[in-house]
């Protein structure tokens, strides 16, 4: 039953994410020859009510710019990794973190909330302290990997996307007993199910199981 009911949370937030890139298709053009489109596409999503607290805001915010950088790490590995298996495990990363942060950005923007913004989420924050967000990169390691490919690519990636998964169930855990918003409550239950998952995967990748 906990199983069925984690694939069906799944799949709604894909829904979620498939509308909103329908909403950013009619952006349009800027003028400049590049897409306008907006860094929080939550137009399209309706929040469902319930009762909140500064720890799901708190949640919300320090997620969204968790999971940007887990994204801009798996898009590296596209073109960066050597192993079919890392780029695989970086697809499904981002699929699964994208409809998640449509999500969250929903819920900020409907209680009247800051939108984390910036694709990598450093932007407006100094280094300091997106660095000390639980398993977040700086900007030295983030170079670091953009510098890599082939096989040095694979072991960085899961190295540091082990440590980054790690912080995001520290962050979902502290949401999980200090939250009071129930879809909140959910996916962080999502994210420790999911990311727990996936670093036992990534460490039988490096062979450290």
Known sequence: MRTTRFLHRR???AA???VSALFLTGCGDDGNGSAATSPSPTTSISVP???RNQADVDFAQGMIPHHRQAVMMSDMAETRASSEDVK???EKIKKAQEPEIATMSAWLTAWGEEVPQGMDGMDGMDHGDASSMPGMMNDQQMDDMRGASGNTFDTMFLTQMIK???GAVVMAETEKKKGAYGPAKELADDIVTAQKAEIIQMRELLGTS
């Open 164 to 166: 980054h998964h790690e």
């Open 16 to 18: 979620i994410v498939a």
């Open 49 to 51: 009510a319930g009762e």
């Open 11 to 13: 799949t709604a937030l």
């Open 88 to 90: 695989a495990l970086a």
